[in-house]
């Protein structure tokens, strides 16, 4: 069966204190790795596809990495308007069409 | 442009009743289409997906069903509602294709008196 965990589950951080996410799969083959963010009341936006291992992916002060059994996401100096839950997704064995998604870490960065 | 409507954006509703989600995408034909429920502290769970026109997939066994009348548009429904439907809805869609994201819509707050 395939999972997504992801670590911590809430992670408070002082502005401009850099830190990072964790998402460890296990999945048969993997084909990708999706990182979203949500925020309250909202749906998932999406942030990046990693394909393979050793992929990088950057955006603003977020930056996603993958490696054969997990993926990171690294926050750099973060700001108060990064907090948000970010959750990480990887295609499900069976097919393109499903993905099975971790719970998310739950980031809040303070002033 | 693609976007994706999703409403309403709350609901309140008794036990009982009916319930009809809608969804509509724009700016893509054929894509497939998702249906989830997000619980507090929980994961998004799959309700249904559809690869096209009159195409569904179920999930989970439940009290609830879907239906995609149109290429770009898909319902959820419920006969009856019970006080464990509620939860937060999700719409969303992707291209046909391998490794593609899902896009989703900004969800429906249903709560059952």
């Known amino acids: 069966e395939d999972q997504v965990t992801q670590s911590p589950e809430a992670l408070r951080l002082q502005e401009g204190e850099s830190s990072s996410l964790n998402c460890s799969y296990t999945?048969?083959?993997?084909?990708?790795l999706f990182w979203y963010r949500q925020d309250p009341g909202k749906g998932p936006e999406f942030l990046f596809t990693?394909?393979?291992a050793g992929e990088e992916k950057e955006k603003e002060r977020l930056k996603a990495t993958l490696t054969k059994k997990e993926s990171f996401l690294h926050i750099t100096a973060p700001k108060p308007e990064d907090s948000a839950t970010y959750l990480c997704?990887?295609?499900?064995?069976?097919?393109?069409?499903?993905?099975?998604f971790g719970i998310g870490t739950k980031l809040q960065v303070i002033p | 442009s693609q976007t994706i409507h999703q409403w309403p954006a709350t609901l309140v509703q008794p036990v009982g009743s009916p319930l009809s989600l809608e969804c509509t995408v724009e700016?893509?034909?054929?894509?497939?289409l998702y249906w989830y429920r997000q619980a507090a502290g929980r994961g998004l769970q799959l309700l249904f997906y559809?690869?096209?026109?009159?195409?569904i997939s179920s999930e989970v066994p439940q009290n609830l069903s879907a239906s995609r009348p149109q290429d770009r548009q898909f319902i959820l429904s419920s006969k009856k509602l019970l006080l464990s439907d509620s939860g937060f809805y999700l719409c969303?869609?992707?291209?046909?294709?391998?490794?593609?994201?899902?896009?989703f819509g900004d969800g429906t707050r249903l709560s059952i008196l």
């Open positions: 969303a869609w992707n291209r046909q294709g391998r490794v593609q994201p899902q896009h």
């Open positions: 999945v048969s083959g993997l084909r990708g």
């Open positions: 990693l394909y393979s």
């Open positions: 997704a990887v295609p499900n064995s069976g097919g393109y069409q499903k993905v099975t």
């Open positions: 700016g893509t034909s054929n894509p497939n």
């Open positions: 559809s690869v096209g026109i009159g195409q």
